[in-house]
């Protein structure tokens, strides 16, 4: 008997989660033309790209405006593009140890205050999103 202890079920990812950052993710690579031109984009960047689009979303529910769920630009939702750009980092984190800064990569075990930033930004979201909420 095959033990799963221990593994991810990538089961517990809805087809529509995976179809909709796939689609973005395609969008991005036919914009910007390259499957790795995500690596070059900061940390910062990519956790404000994200925050914006959580921002349109929220926004767009709060006023009722369904058809702002929706970026004109790519046609694509922004909760997805807000995924895909959180994806990024995740793959960055996990694959690296680092982050990318300005001024280059940080590896986050000789760079404690990097990964303290990681969290300020994430607990100003979470903040942000409560608030919001309210």
């Known amino acids: ?12 990812l809805y087809k529509s989660f995976k179809e909709q950052v796939a689609r973005q993710r395609a969008y991005g690579i036919q914009k910007h033309g390259s499957e790795d031109g995500w690596k070059t984009t900061t940390t910062i960047e ?45 793959e960055r984190i996990v694959s690296t140890g680092s982050v990318n800064t300005k001024n280059g990569s940080a590896s986050l075990s000789q760079e404690p205050c990097a990964l303290s930033s990681i969290k300020k930004i994430i607990g100003g979201i979470k903040k942000i999103l409560v608030g919001r909420r309210e």
């Not at 914006?52 to 997805?80: F, K, M, Y």
């Open 1 to 12: 008997m095959k033990k799963n202890e221990g593994k991810y079920d990538p089961t517990l």
């Open 46 to 90: 990519h956790l404000a790209a994200a925050s914006r689009h959580i921002d349109e979303t929220i926004e767009a529910v709060r006023n009722e405006q369904w058809e702002r769920l929706t970026d004109t630009e790519s046609g694509q939702l922004h909760i997805a593009a807000a995924v895909c750009n959180l994806m990024f980092e995740i």
